[in-house]
Each structure stands twice: as structure tokens, then as C-alpha cells.
T-cell receptor
Framework: ETGVTQTPRHLVMGMTNKKSLKCEQH?????MYWYKQSAKKPLELMFV???????ENNSVPSRFSPECPNSSHLFLHLHTLQPEDSALYLC?????????????FGSGTRLTVV | AQSVTQLGSHVSVSEGALVLLRCNYS??????LFWYVQYPNQGLQLLLK??????LVKGINGFEAEFKKSETSFHLTKPSAHMSDAAEYFC???????????FGSGTRLQVQP
């Protein structure tokens, strides 16, 4: 148990589908993050939330829509995705926004767009 | 801009040999530095962190790293590699006032029997 839980672990979706990824932490952390990890590419920061307010949107296409209803939950809503969006999506949380204590990561959602 | 560079995208060692994974950072302010490990289809797990206390940091699974300000380095070492150490390793940095960690591109460690 890492302290950060992501569901589902695997997701296959068509390009016209709408789906959501869920991330949950009960570590008392204030900041939460979405990262995209594609094969042979560095980790890409997508979104940052601090005390449930979005503080960073790293030029992510609008087909990805984040939601943070409270400090413990983070969602990533997906619609009309492209095959190149297939990747491992990682959620992380940290005590402070700058991550000075490090992040705790979830196990990720392996997304395949067909 | 602050950044972190990992030298060598792939490193191969024999079981029982020394592991050395290199990480250099660029910084105009004191950094917080981290090493993470990732096994296939898993998230990243924190190995160790430097937060301006001791310059030699010990982590889990027998790994350690030394912060060298003069060389702007934070290399990861382990005296004797195990087969179970085969994974991808990421160096990361942050600073006061930053909004997120910056990760290196990763080094894949292969351990030969």
C-alpha cells in the first residue's frame, strides 16, 4: 500500500469514449499532481493542485480535464482521446507544493486508446 | 533554468558489482534532491532524499547518495548489485518556491547474473 491509490489500473478506451481516472490519498497531503509517462520519454507534468486549487496546467490539451473536489481526491476526465495519448498516467501527492519532502506516487493507470 | 541530468540512459552491471548511477543538477539556490525507483508497470518509489542535512544520504535497499555541491552532483551508489535491483531510476530536484519536482530522463539498470 503506497498511500496513494489509483483506479483503474488498466483502461482501454475508444477515441470517442469518455472515461475518468481516479486518484485518492489519505496521507494528509496538500498538493496533488498528474504526470504522463510515455515509452522512451521523460515524465511529463500535466496538472498541479494545491489545497484543491489548480496551480499549474502544463499546456495540456483540453481533451484532458482535471477535477479536484477536495485535498484527498483527484480525477482526470478523458474524452475524444488520440492513440498517442496511450501511456501510464501517474498521480502523486506531497506535503507541500514544492515537494521538498518528496512525492508519494500511486501505481498508475495504464491507458490504451484504440 | 533549474534542471537535472542523468548521464547514461542504460547501465548494465554484474550481480555483486558496484552500482553507480549519475545525476547532476543545475541550481542557483540550495536544492532538495531525490532518487526514485520504478519497477515495470508500477509507480515511482522514493529511495532517498537530500534536504540539506547530512551530505551522505542512506536510503532503502542498501542504496546511498552523496550530495557534492562543488560538483553539482547527487550520484546514487550501491556496493553490491542484486538481480532485484533491475529497474528504472529517476533523479529529481526541487527548490523553495517551485511548484513541482523536476525529474531526470531516467536510467535503466540491468543486472547480469
Amino acid at each position: 500500500e503506497t498511500g496513494v491509490t489509483q483506479t483503474p489500473r488498466h483502461l482501454v478506451m475508444g477515441m470517442t469514449n469518455k472515461k475518468s481516472l481516479k486518484c485518492e490519498q489519505h496521507l494528509g497531503h496538500n498538493a496533488m499532481y498528474w504526470y504522463k509517462q510515455s515509452a522512451k520519454k521523460p515524465l511529463e507534468l500535466m496538472f498541479v493542485y494545491n489545497f484543491k486549487e489548480q496551480t499549474e496546467n502544463n499546456s495540456v490539451p483540453s481533451r484532458f480535464s482535471p477535477e479536484c473536489p477536495n485535498s484527498s481526491h483527484l480525477f482526470l476526465h478523458l474524452h475524444t482521446l488520440q492513440p498517442e495519448d496511450s501511456a501510464l498516467y501517474l498521480c502523486a501527492s506531497s506535503q507541500d507544493l514544492q515537494g521538498s519532502y518528496g512525492y508519494t506516487f500511486g501505481s498508475g493507470t495504464r491507458l490504451t486508446v484504440v | 533554468a533549474q534542471s537535472v541530468t542523468q548521464l547514461g540512459s542504460h547501465v548494465s552491471v554484474s550481480e555483486g558489482a558496484l552500482v553507480l548511477l549519475r545525476c547532476n543538477y543545475s541550481s542557483s539556490v540550495p536544492p532538495y534532491l531525490f532518487w526514485y525507483v520504478q519497477y515495470p508497470n508500477q509507480g515511482l518509489q522514493l529511495l532517498l532524499k537530500y534536504t540539506s542535512a547530512a551530505t551522505l544520504v542512506k536510503g532503502i535497499n542498501g542504496f546511498e547518495a552523496e550530495f557534492k555541491k562543488s560538483e553539482t552532483s547527487f550520484h546514487l551508489t550501491k556496493p553490491s548489485a542484486h538481480m532485484s535491483d533491475a529497474a528504472e531510476y529517476f533523479c529529481a530536484v526541487t527548490y523553495t518556491g517551485r511548484r513541482a519536482l523536476t525529474f531526470g530522463s531516467g536510467t535503466r539498470l540491468q543486472v547480469q547474473p
